[in-house]
């Protein structure tokens, strides 16, 4: 075996760390889950099932594409369940699955959260923004 420098030990570990944290399911999920359309279709489906139109009204500025998608995807993650029946035309209803159900309160509380903490982030993205605009500010006098 090659003996490494501590730089290229440096760079292995952190690229083992970039492969873990994309494979990781906790992180796949969370990326789920922090997706806008998801939960607003999460909470649109909170009052039981609906079809593919009144979905689309329910969540305003989805595109088709982004709402199939998104509801494939919780398909898919056992979170809303598809169902068909056949009749013309074909009618298609999404509902949560109990899954998808557990789901909510957490749903619920991070909202909570943020509506009770909303104005204290808008300030400090403020005061954030402030300072970097002056730090930025100075360093093109002096440069």
């Given at each position: 075996m090659a003996t490494q420098t501590a730089a290229q030990r440096r760079r292995a570990e952190a690229l083992a760390y970039q492969d873990y944290v994309r494979e990781c399911?906790?992180?796949?999920?969370?990326?789920?889950?922090?997706?806008?359309?998801?939960?607003?279709?999460?909470?649109?489906?909170?009052?039981?099932?609906?079809?593919?139109?009144?979905?689309?009204?329910?969540?305003p500025g989805a595109s088709q594409k982004m709402l199939?998608?998104?509801?494939?995807?919780l398909e898919r993650d056992g979170l809303v369940a598809r169902s068909v029946t056949p009749s013309v035309p074909v009618r298609v209803d999404y509902e949560l699955t109990a899954?998808?159900?557990?789901?909510?309160?957490?749903?619920?509380?991070?909202?909570?959260?943020a509506?009770?903490?909303?104005?204290?982030?808008?300030?400090?993205?403020?005061?954030?923004?402030?300072?970097?605009?002056e730090r930025v500010g100075r360093l093109a006098r002096v440069g």
């Amino acid at each position: 075996m090659a003996t490494q420098t501590a730089a290229q030990r440096r760079r292995a570990e952190a690229l083992a760390y970039q492969d873990y944290v994309r494979e990781c399911p906790t992180s796949r999920l969370l990326d789920r889950i922090g997706d806008k359309w998801v939960t607003l279709l999460m909470v649109a489906l909170s009052d039981g099932p609906r079809r593919y139109g009144e979905l689309h009204r329910a969540v305003p500025g989805a595109s088709q594409k982004m709402l199939t998608q998104s509801l494939r995807a919780l398909e898919r993650d056992g979170l809303v369940a598809r169902s068909v029946t056949p009749s013309v035309p074909v009618r298609v209803d999404y509902e949560l699955t109990a899954l998808g159900a557990s789901l909510l309160p957490v749903l619920r509380a991070i909202k909570e959260w943020a509506e009770r903490h909303m104005t204290q982030v808008g300030e400090a993205r403020s005061e954030y923004d402030e300072a970097h605009t002056e730090r930025v500010g100075r360093l093109a006098r002096v440069g």
